[in-house]
């Protein structure tokens, strides 16, 4: 690429100056740069939607700084877009820049993007997974990104997906069969230049070498040259009309920009298109291939990108391995190795590890060792990659993969000039994020809010109103350290097709209240199950939408009285009850609320009985997660009620009562039954065992007893085991009386209730049951065997084992005399008795 010369002379007479370059390439950004120094044209074309001409003097501003991309959707459907991302690195860019600084006109010149999005509409086809597409202009030509769910690999995998401008995003559901299979031209000159790796060939001829000796413009022609061979090989590569389409479009914004400035004019494109824009057509010809296309209404503007939706592995089509290490290349002035290797270092000594100077130095020559044994000009990212894990990772691929995820990809968001053009939605976001100082990160981090203060309150109600906007720039996470409702913690990241939800849910509103709340009502309203209307008046309430509120609870009100589904009931009534406690904190009125969930709660009580009857195992099983959650929610309803429901959790008492003695009840209910009645003290261990005994008595099916005792002591019932001799000696009694036929039937039943237990609980009882029963079995058993442990009075000498610890916690040196530390002594002797005295009762 350095040995051809005479580049210039390739441009003989009208000629434009062609700049072939690869999407996102440093090496080529730096080489576009050098021509136009050199050539100082008069317009500079680059490959874009014609659309965004009106947006490049805001490249120029401050608030501007890149990686950006220009985003086109279409007006009466904004989820339908197309993003052309521009990194400090792309050679765009560098055009752009270079332009602005100069006061040269600069043009794009590729298929606009009212064609683009219509095209990506009609190639998708009528189904409702390829209506939310979203589309590219240039998924091989420009830096377009085909779209932004699409999976890696769709289209043009290689590095030559950008570097040579083919198409790897414009196929989406497109195009002829042969569409499927692209052409990656750097990995065909990498495979004829003996390598296997395209990145590593174009490091080594391009990115490690620069432009020309003393000619800027030879690197371009020896890459339109070998492009040309290439496209006579391959023909469009794979690309289909649509390359056809989108070449014949250049060629005529190239002819007209000739017709007003002569011959100073220059083009940066995709190098694959270079021989197309070179070969001559005829006008007629070009202009009949874009007659007819497909449009729509389409709007532009400047949103921000991130590294990490630069790389190919996000599923963007021309998309490269590593935009950190890329755009690091393209900043330092001198030694990027060392550049590297040190900020390297940096990130793994905020990790808090051991990484010296001495390190970084030792990195280096490995690295230029590596490189020279592999024949190398200078080390790339393989060779400080191998360095880094030998020398500071001690091997490990842990640290390793934690350097590729910060600084090889990034998380670098650039950032965008409030005068960019903007749907009214997007700027009232933008307004409450500087109110609120919830500055968007490509990081992701954890967010605590204490919503008993004003600034951490209004952050709540913004991320849940863009939650209800389906804008999900944060996901609540459980808190750590407290359960209050007060508390809310927040996993926050913003990506850059956000851009796009928040134009796309700009149709409910100009402001995040508006769009919320019209949102809501309208979900309300179209809701199909009890369930999801409860989970919106939930939302409703986290989000304070009091205006979308009575229109919820009206559609609530509606559909509970309408759906005699208890399944849904249960279903609906722990949302409600966990929406009535928000108001203790966010001042919000659930008085209406309150009344429904007493309403759904009644109903729930008189259909649950009937509904347990004749239930299959999967039907036992839901129906007893349902009865689980009805208790926890009527428990939560306390002091809530309105006045002629005080009288709630009788009732449910009243119901639990029904459901354990009931014989057409599955045992997995009847048993959740007695259980939930015991925790609530309703009725004493003596009547529990008696339950016990009935449900495990030699009249009983051995599925149906294993099944009962799975609704009792599942779900954290084993210390009740531990603890209470009766209940032990019960089950021990009726498992050591199941016939062996019946045991392979009640095995897998009680292994999944038994296995749920904690391993402390689990060898406890394994112990007692090795020990054997004594009097009255169970702990009695051991009691009477003299078990340390199970003794009846305290063990003096096991409770002087851990005074030492207790001097420790309670600070032996402010003790000043004997007397003081006699006085410890007792009231440790007292407090470790007492415990122990409970836990052998």
Same mark, same amino acid.
């Given at each position: 690429?350095?040995?051809?010369?005479?580049?210039?002379?390739?441009?003989?007479?009208?000629?434009?100056?062609?700049?072939?370059?690869?999407?996102?390439?440093?090496?080529?950004?730096?080489?576009?740069?050098?021509?136009?120094?050199?050539?100082?044209?008069?317009?500079?074309?680059?490959?874009?939607?014609?659309?965004?001409?009106?947006?490049?003097?805001?490249?120029?501003?401050?608030?501007?700084?890149?990686?950006?991309?220009?985003?086109?959707?279409?007006?009466?459907?904004?989820?339908?877009?197309?993003?052309?991302?521009?990194?400090?690195?792309?050679?765009?860019?560098?055009?752009?820049?270079?332009?602005?600084?100069?006061?040269?006109?600069?043009?794009?010149?590729?298929?606009?993007?009212?064609?683009?999005?219509?095209?990506?509409?009609?190639?998708?086809?009528?189904?409702?997974?390829? $209506?939310?597409?979203?589309?590219?202009?240039?998924?091989?030509?420009?830096?377009?990104?085909?779209?932004?769910?699409?999976?890696?690999?769709?289209?043009?995998?290689?590095?030559?997906?950008?570097?040579?401008?083919?198409?790897?995003?414009?196929?989406?559901?497109?195009?002829?069969?042969?569409?499927?299979?692209?052409?990656?031209?750097?990995?065909?000159?990498?495979?004829?230049?003996?390598?296997?790796?395209?990145?590593?060939?174009?490091?080594?001829?391009?990115?490690?070498?620069?432009?020309?000796?003393?000619?800027?413009?030879?690197?371009?022609?020896?890459?339109?040259?070998?492009?040309?061979?290439?496209?006579?090989?391959?023909?469009?590569?794979?690309?289909?009309?649509?390359?056809?389409?989108? $070449?014949?479009?250049?060629?005529?914004?190239?002819?007209?920009?000739?017709?007003?400035?002569?011959?100073?004019?220059?083009?940066?494109?995709?190098?694959?298109?270079?021989?197309?824009?070179?070969?001559?057509?005829?006008?007629?010809?070009?202009?009949?291939?874009?007659?007819?296309?497909?449009?729509?209404?389409?709007?532009?503007?400047?949103?921000?990108?991130?590294?990490?939706?630069?790389?190919?592995?996000?599923?963007?089509?021309?998309?490269?391995?590593?935009?950190?290490?890329?755009?690091?290349?393209?900043?330092?002035?001198?030694?990027?190795?060392?550049?590297?290797?040190?900020?390297?270092?940096?990130?793994?000594?905020?990790?808090?590890?051991?990484?010296?100077?001495?390190?970084?130095?030792?990195?280096?020559?490995?690295?230029?060792?590596?490189?020279?044994?592999?024949?190398?000009?200078?080390?790339?990212?393989?060779?400080?990659?191998?360095?880094?894990?030998?020398?500071?990772?001690?091997?490990?691929?842990?640290?390793?993969?934690?350097?590729?995820?910060?600084?090889?990809?990034?998380?670098?968001?650039?950032?965008?000039?409030?005068?960019?053009?903007?749907?009214?939605?997007?700027?009232?976001?933008?307004?409450?994020?500087?109110?609120?100082?919830?500055?968007?990160?490509?990081?992701?981090?954890?967010?605590?809010?204490?919503?008993?203060?004003?600034?951490?309150?209004?952050r709540s109600r913004l991320l849940h109103r863009l939650g209800l906007l389906g804008v999900g720039w944060g996901e609540p996470t459980a808190s750590r350290g407290s359960t209050g409702t007060f508390r809310e913690t927040w996993r926050l990241r913003?990506?850059?097709?956000?851009?796009?939800?928040?134009?796309?849910?700009?149709?409910?509103?100009?402001?995040?209240?508006?769009?919320?709340?019209?949102?809501?009502?309208?979900?309300?309203?179209?809701?199909?199950?009890?369930?999801?209307?409860?989970?919106?008046?939930?939302?409703?309430?986290?989000?304070?939408?009091?205006?979308?509120?009575?229109?919820v609870m009206r559609v609530l009100a509606e559909r509970a009285a309408l759906d005699a589904d208890v399944g849904h009931l249960a279903q609906a009534l722990p949302a409600l009850v966990r929406s009535l406690r928000y108001g203790d904190v966010r001042?919000?009125?659930?008085?209406?609320?309150?009344?429904?969930?007493?309403?759904?709660?009644?109903?729930?009580?008189?259909?649950?009985?009937?509904?347990?009857?004749?239930?299959?195992?999967?039907?036992?099983?839901?129906?007893?997660?349902?009865?689980?959650?009805?208790?926890?929610?009527?428990?939560?309803?306390?002091?809530?009620?309105?006045?002629?429901?005080?009288?709630?959790?009788?009732?449910?008492?009243?119901v639990l009562r029904v459901l354990s003695g009931r014989d057409t009840v599955p045992g997995v209910i009847r048993g959740r039954a007695a259980r939930l009645m015991l925790d609530d003290g309703e009725v004493e261990q003596e009547q529990a065992a008696?339950?016990?005994?009935?449900?495990?008595?030699?009249?009983?099916?051995?599925?149906?007893?294993?099944?009962?005792?799975?609704?009792?002591?599942?779900?954290?019932?084993?210390?009740?085991?531990?603890?209470?001799?009766?209940?032990?000696?019960?089950?021990?009694?009726?498992?050591?009386?199941?016939?062996?036929?019946?045991?392979?039937?009640?095995?897998?039943?009680?292994?999944?209730?038994?296995?749920?237990?904690?391993?402390?609980?689990?060898?406890?009882?394994?112990?007692?049951?090795?020990?054997?029963?004594?009097?009255?079995?169970?702990?009695?058993?051991?009691?009477?065997?003299?078990?340390?442990?199970?003794?009846?009075?305290?063990?003096?000498?096991?409770?002087?084992?851990?005074?030492?610890?207790?001097?420790?916690?309670?600070?032996?040196?402010?003790?000043?005399?004997?007397?003081?530390?006699?006085?410890?002594?007792?009231?440790?002797?007292?407090?470790?008795?007492?415990?122990?005295?409970?836990?052998?009762?």
């Open positions: 690429m350095t040995g051809v010369d005479g580049a210039l002379g390739r441009r003989a007479g009208a000629q434009p100056l062609l700049l072939g370059v690869r999407h996102h390439g440093p090496g080529s950004a730096r080489a576009v740069r050098a021509a136009l120094e050199a050539a100082r044209p008069k317009v500079v074309l680059i490959e874009g939607p014609p659309e965004a001409d009106a947006l490049i003097p805001l490249a120029a501003e401050e608030g501007m700084r890149p990686p950006v991309a220009l985003l086109a959707h279409a007006v009466d459907e904004p989820g339908r877009s197309a993003f052309w991302p521009l990194a400090e690195f792309s050679p765009e860019w560098v055009a752009l820049r270079w332009a602005l600084q100069r006061g040269v006109p600069a043009r794009f010149i590729d298929l606009p993007a009212t064609h683009t999005l219509a095209w990506g509409r009609h190639d998708a086809g009528a189904g409702p997974d390829a $209506e939310k597409a979203e589309t590219s202009g240039d998924g091989r030509g420009s830096a377009g990104e085909g779209t932004a769910e699409r999976p890696a690999g769709a289209g043009s995998d290689g590095a030559g997906s950008d570097g040579a401008g083919s198409d790897g995003a414009g196929s989406d559901g497109a195009g002829p069969p042969e569409a499927d299979v692209r052409v990656d031209p750097l990995a065909v000159l990498a495979e004829a230049a003996g390598y296997d790796d395209p990145e590593r060939w174009w490091e080594d001829v391009v990115e490690h070498r620069g432009p020309g000796q003393g000619d800027a413009f030879a690197p371009f022609a020896a890459l339109e040259e070998a492009m040309g061979a290439l496209r006579e090989t391959y023909g469009s590569g794979g690309g289909g009309d649509r390359d056809l389409v989108r $070449e014949a479009h250049m060629r005529l914004r190239v002819r007209a920009a000739q017709r007003e400035f002569g011959d100073g004019v220059a083009v940066v494109c995709g190098a694959w298109h270079v021989p197309a824009l070179r070969r001559k057509a005829a006008v007629a010809a070009d202009r009949t291939l874009l007659k007819g296309l497909p449009k729509v209404k389409a709007d532009m503007t400047w949103v921000p990108w991130t590294h990490r939706r630069l790389s190919r592995f996000s599923g963007y089509g021309a998309g490269i391995d590593a935009p950190g290490w890329y755009a690091h290349l393209f900043a330092v002035p001198d030694r990027p190795v060392e550049r590297w290797l040190t900020k390297v270092a940096g990130l793994l000594r905020a990790e808090d590890r051991i990484v010296s100077s001495a390190h970084v130095i030792e990195a280096v020559r490995l690295a230029e060792t590596l490189a020279a044994m592999r024949g190398r000009p200078l080390p790339g990212l393989s060779e400080t990659t191998d360095a880094v894990r030998a020398v500071m990772c001690d091997g490990s691929d842990v640290p390793l993969a934690l350097v590729h995820d910060r600084l090889v990809v990034g998380d670098v968001l650039g950032e965008v000039p409030e005068s960019a053009p903007a749907v009214p939605l997007q700027r009232d976001l933008a307004r409450l994020q500087r109110r609120l100082r919830l500055k968007p990160e490509a990081l992701e981090r954890e967010l605590e809010l204490d919503l008993r203060k004003e600034t951490d309150a209004g913003w990506e850059p097709e956000l851009s796009v939800r928040v134009a796309e849910a700009g149709v409910w509103g100009t402001t995040v209240l508006s769009a919320a709340t019209a949102k809501t009502e309208a979900d309300a309203v179209g809701a199909q199950a009890l369930a999801e209307v409860t989970a919106l008046a939930e939302r409703c309430l986290l989000a304070e939408l009091a205006d979308a509120l009575p229109v001042g919000t009125d659930t008085g209406a609320l309150a009344e429904v969930a007493a309403g759904l709660a009644e109903r729930v009580f008189v259909g649950l009985p009937p509904a347990c009857s004749a239930l299959d195992a999967d039907g036992a099983e839901e129906m007893r997660r349902h009865v689980d959650a009805v208790h926890t929610a009527v428990g939560l309803l306390g002091d809530t009620l309105t006045a002629g429901h005080e009288d709630l959790r009788v009732r449910w008492h009243g008696r339950l016990m005994g009935l449900a495990l008595s030699p009249g009983t099916p051995p599925p149906d007893a294993a099944a009962w005792i799975e609704g009792f002591v599942g779900g954290g019932g084993g210390m009740l085991l531990v603890h209470d001799e009766r209940l032990l000696a019960l089950v021990d009694a009726w498992l050591t009386g199941v016939p062996a036929a019946a045991f392979t039937d009640v095995l897998p039943l009680l292994r999944r209730t038994f296995s749920a237990y904690e391993p402390g609980v689990r060898r406890t009882l394994g112990e007692l049951v090795r020990r054997g029963p004594g009097r009255g079995g169970g702990i009695a058993g051991a009691t009477a065997a003299g078990v340390p442990g199970f003794a009846a009075d305290l063990d003096q000498e096991r409770a002087d084992a851990v005074l030492p610890v207790l001097r420790l916690l309670l600070g032996p040196d402010d003790v000043q005399d004997a007397q003081d530390v006699q006085a410890v002594d007792t009231a440790a002797r007292g407090a470790v008795g007492e415990e122990l005295t409970g836990v052998a009762r």
